[in-house]
């Protein structure tokens, strides 16, 4: 079992920065794979970042590539997501899930929420334009 818990979000402007942080519980986080997902009001969850376990591997959604990075740091047993360049259409409630199948390659794979076993509570961002 682990506990995820979300935090970092707020509301900013165009063209700003945020730095989303998901805390683990349990000493096993290293095991995990990590993705952040979003959800906007009225669309479905969308995949945002994954990250490989040891952190070598990462994912991106064609729509915040080059604009984002997803980073672990696991002896604090967090993940990141740095998020900058923000526009209006990155507003929504990010999650943060762990997966804790074997390891695999592929954003085909990492994508699809349903292989996470773990979800966050969620934490909202709002970008005004």
């Known amino acids: 079992q682990v506990q995820l818990v979300e935090s970092g979000g707020g509301l900013v402007q165009a063209g700003g920065s945020l730095r989303l942080s998901c805390a683990a519980s349990g000493r096993t986080f290293s095991t995990y794979s990590m993705g952040w997902f979003r959800q906007a009001p009225g669309k479905e969850r969308q995949f945002v970042a994954a990250i490989s376990r040891s952190g070598i591997t990462t994912y991106y959604a064609d729509s915040v590539k080059g604009r984002s990075t997803i980073s672990r740091d696991n002896a604090k047993n967090t993940v990141y997501l740095q998020m900058n360049s923000l526009k209006p259409e990155d507003t929504a409630v990010y999650y943060c899930?762990?997966?804790?199948?074997?390891?695999?390659?592929?954003?085909?794979?990492?994508?699809?929420?349903?292989?996470?076993?773990?979800w966050g509570q969620g934490t909202q961002v709002t970008v005004s334009s």
């Open positions: 899930a762990a997966d804790s199948g074997a390891a695999r390659l592929g954003i085909n794979y990492y994508s699809t929420d349903a292989i996470y076993d773990y």
